[in-house]
């Protein structure tokens, strides 16, 4: 079955650490995004990316990094410079940016990062 | 700037009791509005896409409506296990790459 595999579904991070959350679809779609959700929060966008070896940033990509250099992974890196990391991380992904129809986002079960 | 806004924040309604969820955007170019439902701890689940205003899409007591600037999930006779946060996206048109932002959601409680 098609899907978005996100790992691990739990990680724990101590202070000035980097931690690498990982994203993997094999929806052979184009387009990869990160979220971060806060407890009662709606997603708020960290990183996209609509094509390989190409990302930009969302409205919070402070502390944060992505790579994308193979169209089926997306991996996020929380870093030390991210002063408050605890929350539920979503990625998402979605066909080609041209496509006029289908163009729902799929989302993985998400990985809750907990800062001890 | 593009934004997305979801009311209410919170709503509590008895089984049976109709209701509706309102999702209204200032974005420049619409490729496309979203309904998501999350449960506790999960990923979104998509259920409804719309593209263009006076569009509707069913399923089974849920019904999505498209307006140029809002759209509403209407929640007919309501069960408790529709009990989740319904979250609203849109995906951004032309000169925005694809950007899919989302509302902050809003979280139903249907009690028996």
């Known amino acids: 079955d098609g899907g978005i595999t996100q790992s691990p579904k739990y990680l724990f991070r101590k202070e000035g650490q980097n931690v690498t959350l990982s994203c993997e679809q094999n929806?052979?779609?184009?387009?990869m995004y990160w979220y971060r959700q806060d407890p009662g929060q709606g997603l708020r966008l960290i990183y996209y990316?609509?094509?390989?070896?190409?990302?930009q940033k969302g409205d919070i990509a402070e502390g944060y990094s992505v790579s994308r250099e193979k169209k089926e992974s997306f991996p996020l890196t929380v870093t030390s410079a991210q002063k408050n990391p605890t929350a539920f991380y979503l990625c998402?992904?979605?066909?080609?940016?041209?496509?006029?129809?289908?163009?729902?986002?799929?989302f993985g079960q998400g990985t809750r990062l907990t800062v001890v | 700037e593009d934004q997305v806004t979801q009311s209410p924040e919170a709503l509590r309604l008895q089984e049976g009791e109709s209701s509706s969820l309102n999702c209204s955007y200032t974005?420049?170019?619409?490729?496309?509005l979203f309904w998501y439902r999350q449960d506790p701890g999960k990923g979104p689940e998509f259920l409804f896409t719309?593209?263009?205003a006076g569009e509707e899409k069913e399923k089974e007591r849920l019904k999505a409506t498209l307006t140029k600037k809002e759209s509403f999930l209407h929640i007919t006779a309501p069960k408790p296990e529709d009990s989740a946060t319904y979250l609203c996206?849109?995906?951004?048109?032309?000169?925005?790459?694809?950007?899919?932002?989302f509302g902050q959601g809003t979280t139903l409680q249907v009690k028996p």
């Open positions: 719309l593209y263009s």
């Open positions: 974005v420049s170019g619409l490729r496309g």
């Open positions: 990316s609509q094509i390989v070896n190409d990302f």
């Open positions: 929806l052979n779609h184009d387009a």
């Open positions: 998402a992904s979605t066909r080609d940016r041209n496509t006029l129809t289908n163009t729902e986002a799929f």
């Open positions: 996206a849109v995906r951004l048109g032309s000169g925005n790459t694809g950007k899919l932002i």
